[in-house]
């Protein structure tokens, strides 16, 4: 193979990886157990938290379901951080990839 034919090859990759991309972080995912159901879009950020606690005033349903939507996504974003911090200098110039 040539270096022309190897960097095509390549190009094409990033643009299927880019579309999978584009299409993960347009779903949305749902989750559920007995009390608690989420939903994360495709770029790990929760978006709804539904707590089915009959003996708690609807206030506080909905304020503890956004507490906890707070603290969620800015656990990922966290995460994302030290991310970028430890694997930022292998990945330059691979945007979208991790």
Do not use: H, P, R
Request: charged share 30%; aromatic share 4%; net charge negative.
């Amino acid at each position: 193979m040539n270096m022309q034919a190897i960097m095509k090859q390549a190009q094409k990759m990033q643009n299927d990886i880019m579309k999978a991309k584009e299409e993960i972080n347009k779903n949305i995912y749902e989750a559920k157990s007995s009390l608690v159901s989420v939903k994360m879009n495709g770029e790990k950020k929760l978006v709804e938290v539904k707590i089915g606690a009959d003996q708690l005033d609807k206030d506080d349903i909905e304020l503890l379901s956004d507490m906890i939507m707070v603290a969620v996504n800015e656990a990922s974003n966290q995460v994302d951080k030290d991310t970028e911090n430890k694997l930022g200098k292998y990945t330059q110039g691979m945007s979208g990839l991790f």
